[in-house]
Every structure is written in structure tokens, then in C-alpha cells.
């Protein structure tokens, strides 16, 4: 089931943040700095019970047998080179490993476009890391395409790594 977060989701919310990352980027990012994220499940649980009360943006969760197993946070996009009333951003999403390839994903993005969508943006963005190969297959077959210029480079547990902005035009 997808459906709007609560903040009683956070703890769900952070865990698969936490979960998703140490799965995800396994072989991006340094293996003691994924471990040390777990440490980080606290502070990102009262984060995020903080950012769904406050509605900063729209989260959904995907929910099975009572328990988050993946989420989507959306809203007006942060990037000072869009023009922001026109472009909305997925800001994340993240599904649990054992629920890869089930769907779960796909109904969390559609869910997260349509609130996009229905909140008026002709541009939807994402950032992406561009060796995250599982992640930049599942948006281009959501239509996504890489624009053009628009990479940038973050640092994460002292690793330099490219991300790419992906866009999706109505």
C-alpha cells in the first residue's frame, strides 16, 4: 500500500534511508562510512518526524504487513537554475533491498509524480549518482533523461562522487 507518511513513519523512514543507502552503495561509498550511518538512525528519525509535520514536503511510504519498506519525498525543486515555480523534485527515494524489483518503487514514483503533476510543475528533476546503475536504469525506463550539464560533485565518507540531474518534461 502507498499513502501519505505520517510523522509515526519516521523511525520506518529513517531506517530504510539507512538500510537503502548501506545496500545501495555498497560499492560507491567507503564500507565504514555505510556502517557508521546506523549510529546516524536517531537523528534522522526526529529529522524526519520533523519535516512531515512541518509538510516541508510531500512524503509517501510504500507499506507492507505494517511496515515502511520504502518511501518518496517531493516538492518544489531546490536547484537555483530551474526555474522553481515551473520545476518540482523528486528530492528521494528509497526502497528496502529485499523489495527491489517488486514494483514497489515504480508505485512510490508514480504516486510522488502525480502529486508533482497535480501541483501544477511542467518540470519534474531528481539527482542521481551517475555510477548508481541500478537507480539510472529504473528513471530512464520511467522516461527520465540526463540533462545535459547539469552534473555536480559531492563528498561522501571522503569519496568524490559525480551526480547527474535527471529531467522529466510534461
Known sequence: MIRDA??????????????????????LMPADFLASLTATLPKREAAWARAIES???DVFVSEVDGKVTGWISVGPCRDEDKACAE??????????????????????????????????????????????????????GLGGREELGSRRTLVRGGVSLEEVRYVWER
Do not use: P
Not at 520506518?12 to 555498497?26: C, D, K, N, P, T
Not at 518540482?88 to 508514480?110: D, F, Q, R, S, T
Not at 510522488?112 to 528513471?139: M, P, S
Open 6 to 27: 505520517r510523522s509515526s513513519d519516521a523511525n520506518g523512514i529513517a531506517s530504510v534511508h539507512v538500510s537503502s543507502w548501506q545496500q545501495a552503495y555498497l560499492d
Open 55 to 57: 509538510k516541508a514536503s
Open 87 to 140: 520545476a518540482g523534485e523528486v528530492m528521494a527515494i528509497y526502497v528496502l533491498a529485499e523489495y527491489w524489483g517488486k514494483g514497489i518503487g515504480a508505485k512510490l514514483w508514480a504516486s510522488g509524480f502525480k502529486r508533482l503533476v497535480d501541483q501544477g510543475y511542467k518540470v519534474i528533476t531528481l539527482w542521481v549518482l551517475a555510477e548508481n546503475h541500478r537507480a539510472v536504469r529504473f528513471y530512464q
